[in-house]
T-cell receptor, first 112, second 110 residues
């Protein structure tokens, strides 16, 4: 089983719908992240959390919200999806300030 | 501003050839990692290398932090090496968050 698990892996939805992407990890890491990948743009940070009571905005947080339900769970929500949120979304974890980053398998979201 | 630049953007190799990928960064770092994204989209850690040199099989990496660059070497390339290679850098004072370069797309032909 993967150490960092994302669900769903693929989702097609319509403009205006609420979408939640979930992430769970078994690595015991305190830090969790949500990234977005668009073709030719690399990965950009949406939100990050250093522990259950700590949530921080990343580079591109507008239109997104997150919830850290437990040390092992970090979910990303799109309250009202729009087509330019079509992208590949990655959850990641790390174990400290200078720690290695470990990624989930990605969630491909298409907003029509 | 803070920048992470990777070169070349695209690289085509014949199987068995060697290659060097470069990552330049604009400020002092406390974290640098190399990742491989395979054609199925999975991101795999290759190296955690804020300084020094590491080797893992046919791959090795060197970071010269004082000169603000890192190199990833691939020797005797195989078709399974194809994909996109990303450099990600954590700058001092950035709370540990990584800034990704735009990647080098490698295609290894049989």
């Amino acid at each position: 089983d993967a150490d960092v698990t994302q669900t769903p892996r693929n989702r097609i939805t319509k403009t205006g719908k609420r979408i939640m992407l979930e992430c769970s990890q078994t690595k015991g890491h305190d830090r969790m992240y949500w990234y977005r990948q668009d073709p030719g743009l690399g990965l950009r940070l949406i939100y990050y959390s250093f522990d259950v009571k700590d949530i921080n905005k990343g580079e591109i947080s507008d239109g997104y919200s997150v919830s850290r339900q437990a040390q092992a769970k970090f979910s990303l929500s799109l309250e009202s999806a729009i087509p330019n949120q079509t992208a590949l979304y990655f959850c990641a974890t790390s174990d400290g300030l200078a720690g290695e980053l470990f990624f989930g398998e990605g969630s491909r979201l298409t907003v029509l | 501003g803070i920048q992470v630049e990777q070169s070349p953007p695209d690289l085509i190799l014949q199987e068995g050839a060697n290659s060097t990928l470069r990552c330049n960064f604009s400020d002092s770092v406390n974290n640098l990692q190399w990742f491989h994204q395979n054609p199925w989209g999975q991101l795999i850690n290759l190296f955690y290398i804020p300084s020094g040199t590491k080797q893992n099989g046919r791959l090795s990496a060197t970071t010269v932090a004082t000169e603000r660059y890192s190199l990833l070497y691939i020797s005797s390339s195989q078709t399974t090496d194809s994909g996109v290679y990303f450099c990600a850098v954590g700058f001092r004072g950035s709370q540990g968050n990584l800034i990704f370069g735009k990647g080098t797309k490698l295609s290894v032909k049989p």
